[in-house]
């Protein structure tokens, strides 16, 4: 059955799916939201005996209608591949009563990668399905991890050219050399003084500039973007959660349609909103367990139903969760307010002006599939250092968060339900953080890579490519704006 996208916003016309993922985001400012989610009917003892990328196919193939079989099976051989380093390309590891779908085994170690490294060539078939003629420019705003994998997806692409903007004090050391080391002579990178929804925000607005697009076309060009705002970012997402229950009936450890809790360290709500698909589609998820750090400003929209996002903005050692604004969000509250645009469109319409809505109770009835908590700095630190020295495991300081807020629902619920906890980067891209959480005495003068050097030696996990790479690697980039000049700096790279 074919699956039309429309806009979150929208008077309800319809886009095919490579249409919305060339656009990215609707010319009204809303998102792409498929007319329906389609079932998967396909039983767990099959999903059970697939490969990663032939559950990918099935998962993507009912989303992706207008991709032929051809082009999605040969997008999926390229993305998936040996980029990652391992066959599973999403693996589980068992730890502290969950488990662990470690999503950070592809070329910049951190679960960006899942989507990424498939979106290049989802959006060059679909230009190509399109008659697209037009170079792709691709702009993105990173909290440090979509950036580089954008950016490790898209490089040298023929046919596009990639701009990330990055907030330039709120991303790791080593997230940010990852990124300004980015080779290919279609990558820019900007530092822009402020923080993520800044650079968010300023993104958008380029977006939604007439003027900049007419500018923009007259030169050959036209935008796109790689965030999770884009389709082809959230359905590949989706695959993991159907490879996660599938591998867990196939290890003996689920019986077939028992149901999962998910656990997601959430920021701009693409991977839990991925889960909330999956779980549509029919797979058998319980709750979908939603984590943040110190900006819980998604916590306290599950218990209270106002979203305001009127608060400080928390620096904290798990960044890229370091949002106000959950994008995605939107696609939720569109779905609960009964696919109703004009409620929607409202409800953004107030966070822009007054940085806050509130659903109403019909709305916040439908959450109950959510449940939301977050993890502090000390609670996140603790249960990095807890769970190492429990069973000699080292999380990243973003699962950090979940398996922290997976305790805390344990403790109120009492709920033994199996649970998936999505591991969404590796230690090793917060390596700092990751090591004094567990030793600060000891770590605190070491220099970043010596401490890669001694997490290599606590966890006897082998270093990564992705950070043998960056410990000679020349600076590239070395550009660093304030956020009114982002349009100005787009301009000056197209040569426009
Ligand atoms: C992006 C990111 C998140 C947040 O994911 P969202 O889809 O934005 O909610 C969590 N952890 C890591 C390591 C990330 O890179």
New binding site residues.
């Given amino acids: 059955m074919e699956v039309l996208y429309r806009s979150t916003r929208g008077n309800g016309s319809t886009v095919t799916a490579s249409q919305a993922i060339l656009k990215g985001l609707s010319e009204d400012g809303g998102l792409f939201v498929p007319d329906q989610i389609p079932a998967l009917d396909v039983p767990v003892e099959k999903l059970a005996e697939m490969s990663y990328q032939e559950v990918a196919y099935e998962v993507m193939s009912r989303f992706l209608t207008d991709f032929t079989e051809e082009e999605l099976k040969d997008c999926i051989a390229h993305a998936y591949d040996k980029k990652f380093d391992t066959e599973k390309i999403a693996p589980l590891t068992s730890a502290d009563g969950a488990y662990f779908l470690e999503l950070?085994h592809g070329a910049t170690i951190?679960?960006?990668d899942m989507a990424l490294s498939i979106l290049p060539y989802l959006l060059t078939t679909a230009a190509k399905k399109n008659q697209v003629t037009n170079d792709i420019v691709i702009l993105t705003a990173t909290?440090?991890?979509?950036g580089k994998a954008a950016m490790a997806g898209f490089a040298d692409v023929p046919g596009t050219k990639i701009i990330v903007f990055y907030p330039k004090d709120g991303v790791s050391p080593i997230q940010e050399k990852q990124m300004v080391t980015q080779k290919g002579d279609n990558t820019y990178v900007v530092a822009i003084y402020g923080n993520f929804d800044d650079a968010q925000t300023g993104v958008k607005k380029i977006f939604n500039d007439a003027d900049m697009k007419a500018e923009l076309e007259e030169a050959g060009y036209q935008f796109s973007s790689a965030n999770?705002i884009n389709i082809g970012r959230l359905v590949p997402?989706i695959v993991y959660y159907v490879y996660a229950y599938a591998s867990l009936y196939k290890e003996g450890k689920i019986a077939a349609d028992e149901k999962i809790n998910v656990v997601?360290?959430?920021?701009?709500?693409?991977?839990?909103?991925?889960a909330f698909y999956a779980k549509n589609m029919g797979l058998p998820i319980n709750k979908l367990i939603c984590a943040s750090n110190d900006n819980k400003v998604l916590y306290d929209f599950f218990v209270t139903g106002e979203y305001d996002r009127n608060r400080e903005f928390i620096l904290t050692t798990?960044p890229?969760?370091d949002?106000l604004i959950?994008s995605?969000l939107e696609r939720l509250i569109y779905r609960i307010a009964g696919n109703d645009a004009v409620k929607n469109k409202a409800l953004m319409e107030s966070l822009s002006a007054d940085g806050k809505y509130t659903i109403d109770e019909e709305m916040k009835a439908q959450l109950a599939d959510f449940y939301g908590n977050y993890a502090n700095e000390e609670e996140t630190a603790e249960t990095i250092r807890r769970i190492y020295e429990g069973c000699g495991y080292v999380i990243?300081t973003?699962?950090s968060v979940a398996a922290s807020v997976y305790r805390k629902y344990v403790e109120e619920t009492g709920d033994t339900t199996k649970t998936v906890i999505?591991s969404?980067?590796s230690p090793y891209?917060f390596t700092r953080s990751v090591m004094e959480a567990i030793d600060s005495e000891k770590y605190a003068a070491m220099g970043d890579f010596e401490l890669v050097d001694e997490l290599s030696a606590i966890s006897k996990v082998p270093v990564p490519n992705a950070i043998e790479e960056i410990r000679s690697a020349e600076i590239r980039h070395n550009t660093v704006a304030e956020v009114d000049e982002m349009p100005g700096v787009v301009k000056k790279f197209l040569g426009i």
Avoid: E, R, Y
């Avoid at 909290?143 to 979509?146: A, K, Q």
């Avoid at 997601?264 to 709500?269: A, C, E, K, R």
């Fill in positions: 950070f951190a679960f960006k909290s440090g991890d979509t999770s997402q997601v360290p959430t920021g701009n709500f693409g991977n839990i909103l991925a798990s890229s969760m949002i959950s995605n990243d973003h699962t999505a969404t980067a891209k």
